[in-house]
């Protein structure tokens, strides 16, 4: 079975603080995916990547970047978070045939 | 633009009761077409998904779902609802043309009531 991690389930943090969150993949699977889920809008895609070091931007890029230098492993970086960006943030992956496995989501509290 | 639509936000059953959960899509193209389930708290697993042929399509736990190109719809169906199966219900759609990315509707919130 694809297997997804991600590396914290609940974060808090203050305003201002940098936040990285890394998403892991064990299927070797090209690409990769950060969503924001927020009540109501359904999954809002971030950024995504097609390979080791490549990332596109998706809908919502605004005050995220992203690093992939291997594989298996795509981090989600905030470098100054602010309340806006309370949200569930899930990670994805897949093989070029679409369909997507999820990762078990980080809630983040901005305060 | 693409885009999905769950008309419904919440929808109540009663256990046992039959279940239609709605989605409509807007795509240019070809669609590849999915649905996933959330459970609190946790993240989103695959349903079902139709790539292309027989247009009614089988999912885990019980669920099929029937694409309907003339209503540019993928409703998801299930005959007996369980208590366990209270959960949100995403629908999602790909396409070749735009590449690996999906877009996903707004989500349906399903309540079981015993």
């Known amino acids: 079975d694809v297997k997804v991690t991600q590396s914290s389930r609940y974060l808090v943090k203050r305003t201002g603080e940098k936040v990285f969150l890394e998403c892991v993949q064990d299927?070797?699977?090209?690409?990769m995916f950060w969503y924001r889920q927020d009540p109501g809008l359904g999954l809002r895609l971030i950024y995504f990547s097609y390979d080791v070091k490549m990332k596109e931007k998706g809908d919502i890029p605004e005050g995220y970047s992203v690093s992939r230098e291997k594989k298996e492993r795509f981090s989600l970086i905030l470098e100054s978070t602010s309340t806006n960006q309370t949200s569930m943030y899930l990670c994805?992956?897949?093989?070029?045939?679409?369909?997507?496995?999820f990762g078990p989501g980080t809630r983040l509290t901005v305060t | 633009a693409q885009s999905v639509t769950q008309p419904d936000i919440h929808i109540t059953v009663s256990e046992g009761a039959s279940l239609e959960l709605r989605c409509n899509y807007s795509y240019g193209a070809t669609p590849y077409l999915f649905w996933y389930v959330q459970s609190p708290g946790q993240g989103l697993q695959l349903l079902l998904k139709?790539?292309?042929?027989?247009?009614l399509v089988q999912g885990i736990k019980g669920f099929e779902a029937e694409f309907k190109r003339s209503q540019s719809s993928f409703n998801l169906r299930k005959p007996s609802v369980h208590w366990s199966d209270a959960a949100e219900y995403f629908c999602a759609v790909g396409a070749r043309e735009y590449g690996n990315k999906l877009v996903f509707g707004a989500g349906t919130i399903l309540r079981v009531k015993s």
């Open positions: 299927m070797d699977h090209e690409n």
């Open positions: 139709y790539f292309s042929g027989d247009t």
């Open positions: 994805a992956s897949s093989s070029p045939v679409y369909e997507q496995y």
